[in-house]
């Protein structure tokens, strides 16, 4: 268990509609970075957050938008879902911004039908 | 921009020693990180290499060089529970951002 919580575990929804993830770092951690996976794909970069300032910015589509707030938790909105939008999404914890070692909750498994 | 190359699938037998290789391409390095994924579950922390040589952690040792832009990970007496994805990460740029690699499938057999 490292720590870092996400909610929901799973989530089924339509084309078209707009989901909230949301991450809790761990006890301490300032930093918070969120992450795609598709299938058979990479971890893909989405955005960071660093005591409640943007960061750094990946390949985040228009559509997706993120916030962290003043208790350090983070949530990832995701709108007009596609079905490419499908896959695991990962949000990751740290002390610092450029701290050693990030690390991951247990993901939030995203399905567009 | 950044470029991150692992093998696809590596396959080693159980007992064995594997040696699983990232290059890399980046400005501005400023650390690579070797993390575990079991299939549908989070990445785990491995190592983390910013200056050149070996680090050795248990069955686990990674090696960076900086100039080669190449790092590789070795894992020693292969148990079943090492299948699993193994990623290449570099931490870069002014925010250091970290990115990964595509990740290499290890399967280990008896």
């Known amino acids: 268990d490292s720590g870092v919580t996400q909610t929901p575990k799973h989530l089924i929804t339509a084309t078209g509609q707009r989901v909230t993830l949301r991450c809790s770092p761990r006890?301490?951690?300032?930093?918070v970075y969120w992450y795609q996976q598709s299938l058979d794909q990479g971890l893909q970069f989405l955005i960071q957050?660093?005591?409640?300032?943007?960061?750094a910015k990946g390949n985040i589509l228009e559509r997706f938008s993120a916030q962290q707030f003043p208790d350090l938790h983070s949530e990832l909105n995701l709108s007009s879902l596609e079905l490419g939008d499908s896959a695991l999404y990962f949000c990751?914890?740290?002390?610092?911004?450029?701290?050693?070692?990030?690390?991951f909750g247990p993901g939030t498994r995203l399905t567009v039908l | 921009g950044q470029n991150i190359d692992q093998p696809t699938e590596m396959t080693a037998t159980e007992g064995a020693i594997v040696q699983i290789n990232c290059t890399y391409q980046t400005s501005g390095f400023n650390g690579l990180f070797w993390y575990q994924q079991h299939a549908g579950e989070a990445p785990t922390f491995l190592s983390y290499?910013?200056?050149?040589g070996l680090e050795e952690k248990g069955r686990f040792s990674s090696f960076l060089s900086r100039s080669k832009g190449y790092s590789y990970l070795l894992l020693k007496e292969l148990q079943m529970k090492d299948s699993a994805s193994y990623l290449c990460a570099v931490r870069s740029g002014g925010y250091q951002k970290v990115t990964f690699g595509t990740g290499t499938k290890l399967q280990v057999i008896p």
């Open positions: 957050y660093y005591n409640g300032e943007e960061r």
């Open positions: 290499n910013v200056l050149d």
């Open positions: 006890s301490g951690d300032l930093s």
């Open positions: 990751a914890s740290s002390v610092v911004a450029g701290a050693d070692t990030q690390y």
